[in-house]
């Protein structure tokens, strides 16, 4: 386990990921689910695991990026990288059949033989879960390991939730471990379903959240989590 250390004293913003920062946000990510449940299920193996992973959040962040804030840093005004969050807007978390297509190659590579069949299952089983309802979905949060415990995710999920507060619109997610399940709660969300994984894989909790009040005070980066 990385020690946790202390938020940058430069301090740090809430902003949206620029375009040449993609191949660092795929390797923060990778950092930060290394040990995922359900992506190390999707990636048997340890050889290459963590580069594949970042390959696979490359391909991720593509099909976030025509979405206007869908990709978020929490980040120094130096430009280093603490944590990142992807977000869909409502109406806007599923590809269309074609991109979905046009990507398959690109997982197949990611997955491997034995992986892809896992991931295939992990989306299906996702999608039909999903909540017709509109809502902001938060398909992604990560912090870097050495920031784990500061506020640097807590900073970056606020951010989101206080505007999903002013439209007076819902969240959604879903959990891939237990142990995140409480940190979720105490934005207001709350566990809607247990979804096993098939064949043997592990559990998601699904959540969601309804909009809260409207509150004059601006989100800060504050140290809860």
């Known amino acids: ?68 804030g869908g990709v978020r840093l929490a980040a120094t005004s130096g430009g280093r990288l603490l944590a990142a969050a992807l977000w869909s807007g409502p109406g806007r978390w599923k590809a269309s059949a074609v991109q979905e297509l046009a990507t398959l190659p690109h997982y197949a590579r990611v997955f491997g033989a034995r992986g892809l069949p896992r991931a295939a299952d992990v989306q299906n089983s996702l999608h039909e879960a999903h909540p017709d309802a509109p809502h902001w979905y938060l398909s992604t949060l990560g912090t870097d390991p050495a920031m784990q415990g500061t506020g640097v995710g807590t900073a970056l999920v606020r951010e989101q939730l206080a505007h999903c507060d002013r439209l007076g619109q819902c969240a959604y997610l879903e959990s891939s471990k237990a142990s995140n399940v409480p940190f979720y709660e105490r934005f207001g ?4 379903h247990e979804l096993p994984l098939p064949d043997g894989g592990p559990t998601l909790w699904t959540m969601w959240r309804e909009p809260g009040p409207v509150t004059d005070a601006a989100p800060e980066p504050a140290p809860v989590r």
Not at 189 to 192: A, G, K, Q, S, Y
């Open 1 to 68: 386990m990385n020690a946790r250390t202390a938020p940058p004293s430069s301090g740090y913003g809430i902003r949206c990921a620029r375009p040449a920062e993609a191949r660092a946000v795929a390797a923060l990510l990778a950092r930060a689910f290394a040990d995922d449940p359900v992506m190390t299920w999707m990636v048997p193996g340890p050889a290459g695991r963590e580069r594949r992973i970042a390959a696979y959040f490359r391909l991720a962040q593509r099909q976030q990026r025509p979405r206007a």
């Open 189 to 192: 969300f709350r566990v809607t």
